[in-house]
C-alpha cells in the first residue's frame, strides 16, 4: 500500500491555516477543511482527515475552543473558536513564517546587479 | 483522583473526535449524492479523500494521552496473551533465560558480597591497610601509632591458637591477637560486655580476652555471666570482658578469640625482632590516603634508626596505604570478575538461543505483523510491541532465575571454601542482587528481542499478506545461522577455559609434592605453652607419645614435625650462612623454611635423602651438636658449586652454628604450584631439640605426629587421640587427617574454579547444541520440498545427508574459528589461574576445536536424518 503522504507542507502549517481561518469566523470541521481546500485554490494537496489531529493538538493547547451546536440545516456540529491565546500564537507564527519565506525568496530569486 | 478524572474526560474527548469524523464523512457523501455522484462511488470518494479513518482518530487520540505508557500496557497484555497461547515456546525460552539469568545472579551475589558490600564497620571509607607489603615489629607498631598524624593505627595477628582447658575437654582454639584500640578503631560494639581499653596491650593488662560469639554459644552456652569469669587460655588465666555479634569476622573467618598483643618494650627481642605484625588505620577528619601514605613513607625511615640493632635500609617496600577492603579482597578481585564475565557469556548464548526461538516463530507471525501494519501501525510501533514481548520473557526469565539463583548461592556457600573467598558468608540476594536481577532481565529482553523485532517488522506488506515472502525467509535464515556461529564461538570460549583449567588442575595434581601422601595420618598435638617452658618435660611427653604410636598394631612408622608440608601452617628463621658475609650491602638476611622433625620423619615421609646422613636419636640430646639438613634447591643456591656437608647455617642472632650433615629433596611446603611462600628463600631441617629455635626465639612445641600405617590410616584417629588423652587430658589433638586429605584441601580453590568453568561450560556446550539444531531443522523443515525436487531428480540419501551437514559444518567450522581466535584473546586473562599450562596450549584448542565442531555436526544428525528418511512424494507436496 502506497501512502502518499501529503499531510502538511511543513510542521505547523496546516495549524497556522486553521487558525487563520477561524479567525474569520467559528466553524465546525467539515465547512473549516472546504474553506481551506476553496481559499488554496486547490493547490495544495490536503488529506481531509489529517485536519483533525491538528484540531486536537490546537485544543489541546488551548489556541482553539470547541462546542456542540447545531448547524444551519439542523445537523448536530462541533464549532471550533479561536481563543484569544491562539490569535497571538497565530500572529508569531504568520509573522515567523514571513520572515522564512523572504529569506527563502531572496536566495532563490535572480541575482540581482 | 485527578487521573480518574482526566482519564473520563479523554473518553469524552475521544467519542466526541470519533463523532465529528463521522459528521465530516456524512456530509461530505450527502454533498456528493447531491452534486449528482452514485451512493455508493460518493461514500468511497470520500473516505478516499479522507483518508485512512482509523489512522486519523488514532493520530487524534494520541495526542491527549501520555501514548507511550499506555501502548506499553496495551502491549503488555498483548504479549502475555501470545505468550499463554504458546505455551512450549513459552517455557523453553523462559527455561532457558531462566538458568541463564539465575546463575548470573548466582555469581553476582558473591561479587556483590565481597567487591560491592562495604566493610560492616563504621565509615568504612576512611580505614586503610599500611600491609600491603609491609609488616611492622610491635615496637614499631607502637611507635607509630603514638608517632602519626594522619591516622589513628592498630594492629593485629592472625594465626595464634590457643588451649582452652577447664571447660569440658581441652579445646583447641583459633585466635586473633590485637592491640587494645583495635576494636574502638574500626568502630564495632561487642554483642556482650565491652572491647578492650586503651593499655589493655600492655605488660600486665594483658590477661583479657573476647570471645567470639558461636564460640560464646558453643562453649559457654551463650550465658550472660561469661563476663568477668577468668578461663583458661594457652595455660594461662584471661578474664573474658566481651563477646563479640556473630557477624564479626576480622581478621579471620576462624577467629574464636581476641587477645591483647603484650606490648613490652623491655622484652627487645619480641619487640623488634618477634613475629611482625600487619598495620591498619583510620584516617583522621579531611585526610587523603596519599598524605597518610607519605607521611608513613618518611616514617619508616625513621623507624629504621629505632632498631635496637642496625637494620638494612632495604627492610621495607616503599610505603604503601590502600583501602581495607582492597586488601581483604586481595586477588580475589579478578577471579570474581572473570568468573562474572564467563557466566555473562553463557546468558549470551542463552539469549541467541531464544533470539533464534523468536526469529523460528517469526515466520508463522508474518501475517500478523502484515495485518497490523495494514491497520496503521507504523514500523516503529510494531517493533516496540515485539520488543515487550521479548522483555515480558527477559523479565519471567529473571523472576524463575531469582529461584535458581536461590539455590545456586547456597550451593556455591557450600562448595567454596570461607578460606578462599573473604566475606563468602556475606554473600545472598540482597536488594542489589535483586535490581541486578531486574536489570539483566530486561536488558536480555532487549537484547534477544532486538534482531528480530527489527527482522520482523520490516514487513513487505503485499508480499507477505498472499504467502509470507521467500525474501524474508531468506534473510531470516542468514540472521539465524549468524546467532548460531556466534553461539558456538562463545561455547568454544568458555570450553577453551574450562579445559586450561581442567590441565591446569591435572598438572597440580601430578605435581611430585616431595613426598608419599598414601597411608599417612597426621595430626596437630599442641601442649601448652606453660607446660613446654621446660623443654625436656615437653619432649619426653613427645617421645612417649611416639613410641606409644610406633607400638600399635597397623603403625609402621611415626614421627614428629612442626609445620605439616602443604596445610598452611610457616615456621621460618631469619638465618646466616657460612661464607656468606654477615650482612650484603642492603640485602635482607635469607628467611628459612625451618622444619623441626624428630629423626623417623623423612622415612614416614619418605622424602629422599640425597646425600650425607639424616638426624639420629642422638642429635636430639641437649649436649648434641647442633645439626641441620638442607634442601637440594637451597644448597644450591647458597653454596653453588661446593659440597654442602659439613658446611653451616644457622640463626642470626645465635653465635652458634649448625652443621650441615644432610642434604634432602625439596618439598612442596607452600602449594603444590610452589615450593615455599615467595618471601622465603630456602629450607633447612633441625632436630626436634631445645636447639632449634624459631624466629618467636623459642622451641617449636606444638607438633604435628604423622603415622605411616599398613593400610587405611584413618583407621588410628580414635586411637591417638586416646594415646594423647591418656599422657595428657589438657592436650588437645586437631586437625586429624590423612595427608592425602591435606594434599587435596590445598587444592580446593583452583578446583573449585575449575568446577565452575566447566560447568559453565557444560551449560555453553548445550545451550549451543540447542542453537544449531534448532536453526538446521527448521532450514531442513523449510527446504522440505525443495529436498523432495531433488530425491524426485535422483539425489541419494547420502547427497540429502551431504547437504544438510554441509550447512552444519559452515556454521559449526565459522563458530569454532571466530570462537578459537576469542579464546586466545580472553584466555591471557585467566594466566595467573593457572599452573604448568600457557594460557595458549595448543592441544587444549585443537582438542576443544574438534570437540566443538563434533558437537555442532551431532546436533545436525537429528534434522539430517529426517531429511534423508522424507518421502519424496510427501515432501513434493508440502505447503
Not at chain 2, 600491603?132 to 608517632?147: D, I, L, V
Not at chain 2, 616514617?299 to 581483604?328: D, G, N, Y
Not at chain 2, 587427617?737 to 555453553?764: D, N, Q, Y
Amino acid at each position: 500500500m502506497k501512502t502518499n503522504k501529503p499531510r502538511e507542507l511543513f510542521p505547523g502549517a496546516l495549524e497556522m491555516m486553521i487558525l487563520r481561518t477561524l479567525r474569520l469566523q467559528p466553524q465546525h470541521g467539515y465547512a473549516l477543511c472546504q474553506t481551506i481546500k476553496r481559499a488554496s485554490d486547490d493547490l495544495l494537496q490536503i488529506e481531509e482527515g489529517s485536519l483533525y489531529p491538528a484540531l486536537q493538538r490546537l485544543l489541546k493547547d488551548g489556541l482553539v475552543s470547541a462546542q456542540w451546536g447545531v448547524s444551519a440545516t439542523n445537523r448536530r456540529i462541533r464549532i471550533y473558536k479561536l481563543m484569544p491565546k491562539g490569535a497571538k500564537h497565530l500572529e508569531r507564527e504568520v509573522s515567523s513564517f514571513e520572515r522564512m519565506l523572504e529569506g527563502v525568496t531572496r536566495v532563490l530569486s535572480p541575482v540581482r546587479s | 483522583m485527578n487521573w480518574i478524572n482526566s482519564f473520563r474526560k479523554r473518553r469524552a474527548v475521544y467519542e466526541d473526535l470519533s463523532e465529528e469524523i463521522r459528521d465530516h464523512l456524512e456530509e461530505k457523501t450527502r454533498e456528493l449524492i447531491e452534486s449528482g455522484v452514485s451512493p455508493k462511488e460518493a461514500a468511497a470518494q470520500a473516505k478516499r479523500e479522507f483518508g485512512n479513518v482509523a489512522l486519523t482518530e488514532e493520530r487524534g487520540r494520541e495526542i491527549w494521552r501520555w501514548s507511550t505508557l499506555e501502548d506499553f500496557l496495551s502491549d503488555l497484555r498483548y504479549g502475555a496473551r501470545g505468550l499463554r497461547k504458546n505455551p512450549g515456546f513459552t517455557f523453553v525460552a523462559v527455561l532457558t533465560l531462566a538458568l541463564g539469568i539465575g546463575a548470573n545472579s548466582a555469581i553476582f551475589s558473591l561479587v556483590n558480597a565481597v567487591l560491592l558490600h562495604s566493610l560492616p564497620f563504621s565509615e568504612p571509607d576512611r580505614l586503610v591497610s599500611l600491609s600491603e607489603h609491609n609488616w611492622y615489629p610491635q615496637g614499631g607498631f607502637a611507635a607509630m601509632r603514638t608517632s602519626l598524624q594522619t591516622m589513628d593505627l592498630a594492629a593485629y595477628l592472625d594465626g595464634q591458637e590457643f588451649n582452652l582447658t577447664g571447660q569440658g575437654d581441652a579445646e583447641r582454639l583459633y585466635g586473633t591477637q590485637v592491640s587494645a584500640n583495635f576494636f574502638s578503631l574500626l568502630g564495632v560494639q561487642p554483642e556482650q560486655g565491652r572491647i578492650f581499653r586503651r593499655g589493655e596491650d600492655e605488660p600486665g593488662n594483658d590477661f583479657k580476652v573476647i570471645l567470639s560469639h558461636p564460640l560464646w554459644q558453643t562453649k559457654f552456652g551463650a550465658a550472660s555471666n561469661v563476663i568477668g569469669q577468668r578461663i583458661m587460655l594457652g595455660g594461662v588465666s584471661r578474664e573474658v570482658v566481651g563477646v563479640m555479634p556473630s557477624g564479626f569476622h576480622f581478621g579471620s573467618s576462624k577467629t574464636q578469640v581476641w587477645m591483647p598483643f603484650n606490648l613490652d618494650p623491655r622484652a627487645v627481642d619480641t619487640y623488634w625482632g618477634g613475629s611482625w605484625v600487619p598495620v591498619i588505620g583510620r584516617l583522621r577528619e579531611g585526610v587523603s590516603i596519599a598524605r597518610a601514605q607519605a607521611e608513613v613513607e618518611v616514617f619508616q625511615h625513621r623507624l629504621l634508626r629505632m632498631f635496637p640493632w642496625k637494620q638494612p635500609e632495604t627492610t621495607w617496600r616503599a610505603a604503601s596505604v590502600i583501602p581495607l577492603q582492597q586488601q581483604m579482597i586481595g586477588d580475589m578481585r579478578s577471579k570474581l570478575l572473570l568468573l562474572l564475565g564467563a557466566i555473562a557469556l553463557v546468558l549470551l548464548i542463552a539469549c541467541a538461543n531464544v533470539a533464534n526461538l523468536i526469529l523460528a516463530r517469526a515466520a508463522t507471525r508474518q501475517r500478523e505483523m502484515a495485518v497490523r501494519a495494514t491497520l496503521g501501525a507504523g514500523r516503529w510501533r510494531i517493533c516496540r510491541q515485539l520488543l515487550t514481548e521479548s522483555t515480558l520473557l527477559g523479565a519471567a526469565g529473571a523472576a524463575i532465575g531469582l529461584v535458581f539463583a536461590y539455590f545456586g548461592v547456597s550451593w556455591l556457600k557450600s562448595m567454596l571454601r570461607a578460606d578462599d573467598i573473604p566475606r563468602l558468608a556475606e554473600a545472598s540476594l540482597d536488594v542489589r542482587v535483586l535490581v541486578f536481577t531486574a536489570a539483566i532481565g530486561i536488558l536480555t529482553g532487549l537484547l534477544f528481542g532486538l534482531a528480530p523485532a527489527l527482522q520482523l517488522s520490516k514487513v513487505d506488506l503485499t508480499e507477505s499478506l498472499k504467502t509470507g515472502s521467500k525474501n524474508a525467509v531468506a534473510t531470516s535464515h542468514r540472521l539465524r545461522s549468524g546467532l548460531a556461529v556466534i553461539q558456538i564461538a562463545m561455547a568454544v570460549v568458555l570450553v577453551t577455559a574450562a579445559g586450561l583449567m581442567v590441565k591446569s588442575l591435572w598438572q597440580l595434581v601430578h605435581v611430585d609434592p616431595g613426598f608419599r601422601s598414601e597411608s599417612v595420618l597426621s595430626a596437630r598435638v599442641s601442649p601448652n605453652q606453660a607446660f613446654c617452658d621446660n623443654f625436656e618435660r615437653c619432649q619426653s611427653f613427645y617421645n612417649t607419645l611416639i613410641d606409644r604410636v610406633r607400638a600399635l598394631s597397623g603403625v609402621r612408622d611415626a614421627a614428629l614435625v612442626n609445620a605439616l608440608p602443604l596445610n598452611g601452617r610457616v615456621a621460618f628463621i631469619a638465618s646466616r650462612f657460612e661464607g656468606h658475609p654477615e650482612q650484603v650491602g642492603d640485602q635482607p638476611e635469607p628467611i628459612l623454611f625451618d622444619s623441626v622433625i624428630t629423626p623417623d620423619y623423612l622415612s614416614v615421609m619418605q622424602i629422599p635423602l640425597l646425600e650425607g646422613r639424616g638426624f639420629v636419636e642422638s642429635d636430639t640430646a641437649r649436649d648434641a651438636e647442633p645439626v641441620a639438613l638442607i634442601t637440594a634447591s637451597t644448597a644450591r643456591k647458597y653454596w653453588p658449586g661446593v659440597d654442602p656437608i659439613g658446611k653451616h647455617v644457622g640463626p642470626i642472632w645465635e653465635k652458634q652454628w649448625r652443621r650441615v650433615v644432610g642434604v634432602v629433596a625439596d618439598v612442596h611446603e607452600d602449594s603444590l604450584s610452589s615450593t615455599l611462600p615467595s618471601w622465603i628463600t630456602g629450607a633447612i631441617y633441625e632436630p626436634f631439640s631445645a636447639h632449634a629455635v624459631l624466629i618467636n626465639r623459642r622451641p617449636a612445641l606444638e607438633m604435628n605426629v604423622v603415622v605411616r600405617g599398613t593400610n587405611d590410616p584413618t583407621s588410628f584417629a580414635g586411637t591417638l587421640r586416646q594415646v594423647v588423652a591418656e599422657l595428657n587430658p589438657e592436650v588437645p589433638v586437631t586437625e586429624t587427617e590423612t595427608l592425602g586429605g591435606v594434599v587435596s584441601k590445598s587444592m580446593s580453590a583452583p578446583r573449585s574454579v575449575m568446577w565452575l568453568f566447566t560447568i559453565f561450560a557444560g551449560l555453553a556446550v548445550v545451550l549451543g547444541a540447542v542453537g544449531v539444531y534448532g536453526v538446521i531443522s527448521y532450514s531442513v523443515a523449510q527446504r522440505t520440498s525443495e529436498i523432495g525436487v531433488r530425491m524426485a531428480l535422483g539425489a541419494g540419501r547420502r547427497d540429502i545427508l551431504a547437504l544438510i551437514f554441509g550447512q552444519g559444518a559452515r556454521i559449526a567450522i565459522l563458530g569454532v574459528c571466530v570462537g578459537l581466535a576469542g579464546a586466545l584473546a580472553l584466555t591471557k586473562l585467566m594466566t595467573t589461574l593457572l599452573y604448568g599450562v600457557a594460557a595458549t596450549d595448543p592441544a587444549t584448542f585443537v582438542t576443544v576445536a574438534l570437540l566443538l565442531t563434533l558437537i555442532a555436526l551431532g546436533a545436525c544428525y537429528l534434522p539430517a536424518r529426517r531429511a534423508m528418511r522424507m518421502n519424496p512424494l510427501v515432501a513434493l507436496r508440502y505447503e
